[in-house]
């Protein structure tokens, strides 16, 4: 890790819209959508940058997840060192191929059937004829099991 100067400090806030509730990275992105910034000749993730200057290096083993789901986002306090699992754990939405457009639930024989996976484990949460009382169920489940979501039901 580089340490950070005066002049790259301020220019990497320089590139920083702070409009919003989430400060968004408006320079170079990645294919992700992931803030990159150049100290010195070498690409930095944004997110991770910003973290370091608030909070001191990323400790060992543990990555950046944005708690507020904006790839591009380097506010602090959105910024927290999770595990992988944790980071994993902090998913927003269903998965691109879902027919239900809901995370967790799928259409079976006339019903929503709802499912949470956790440390390997699968859990069935129960079935339901409202798609809403589907997903707030299975928002419950993953509430109780994960440590590092932030989801609402």
Request: charge should be positive; charged fraction near 30%.
């Amino acid at each position: 890790m580089i340490e950070a100067t005066t002049r790259d400090v301020a220019r990497f806030w320089s590139k920083v819209d702070k409009s919003g509730d989430c400060w968004l990275w408006i320079a170079g992105k990645d294919s992700k959508g992931y803030g990159i910034f150049s100290q010195r000749s070498k690409a930095v993730a944004a997110h991770r940058f910003a973290y370091r200057l608030e909070y001191g290096p990323i400790p060992d083993g543990m990555m950046v997840d944005h708690k507020c789901h904006a790839s591009d986002c380097v506010r602090p306090t959105h910024l927290r060192a999770a595990t992988r699992k944790q980071n994993g754990e902090n998913r927003k939405g269903a998965q691109r191929n879902s027919k239900s457009g809901v995370r967790g639930v799928c259409w079976y024989k006339g019903k929503w059937f709802t499912g949470v996976k956790h440390e390997g484990k699968s859990y069935y949460v129960g079935s339901y004829d409202d798609i809403a009382d589907a997903e707030a169920a299975v928002v419950a489940k993953r509430n109780e099991l994960f440590s590092h979501n932030q989801e609402k039901a």
